[in-house]
């Protein structure tokens, strides 16, 4: 059941102003690359992680649900605290894999252009703007792609 004093509305909002501040400074990396992997690459997923932690731990869903199928998964995602952690985590894990490939990027000497097109992509879609980054990194610097972290 949820808790009546949970206004989940805000929390969703916050989560989202925060997780877009780290992607318009990921868009900023160029010209401020360390404030960019702190801010975006650690200080906001920090701050998200910890948002997720405490609906999880403190505001279980208690509505039923699970992850072995997909309806218990459906089940568990129709109540609000578990909806909100997993945008949540959406949210963090995105904005990680973003400065990741802003970092990589930089590591790597590709140039912020051929990568920019990557960030809004992993923004929308994930695991899509990370498969379009290692495919532009592939193709730009092809031994630089032989290591997939760095």
């Known amino acids: 059941m949820p808790d009546p004093n949970m206004n989940y509305e805000l929390l969703f909002s916050l989560a989202g102003v925060l997780a877009m501040i780290g992607w318009l400074v990921l868009l900023a990396s160029p010209l401020t690359p360390l404030w960019s992997d702190r801010i975006s690459g650690l200080v906001i997923p920090v701050t998200l992680s910890a948002g997720y932690v405490v609906l999880a731990v403190f505001f279980p869903s208690g509505g039923g ?52 097109p990557c960030l809004p992509l992993t923004f929308l879609l994930g695991p899509a703007g990370f498969l379009a980054f290692l495919i532009v990194r592939t193709i730009a610097k092809p031994k630089a792609a032989q290591t997939l972290v760095k």
């Open 65 to 116: 649900g699970g992850f072995g199928s997909l309806d218990a998964v459906m089940t568990l995602f129709s109540q609000p605290s578990a909806m909100l952690a997993g945008w949540i985590h959406y949210l963090a894990f995105d904005l990680l894999i973003g400065a990741w490939i802003c970092r990589t990027a930089r590591h790597d000497g590709l140039s912020f252009w051929l990568v920019a």
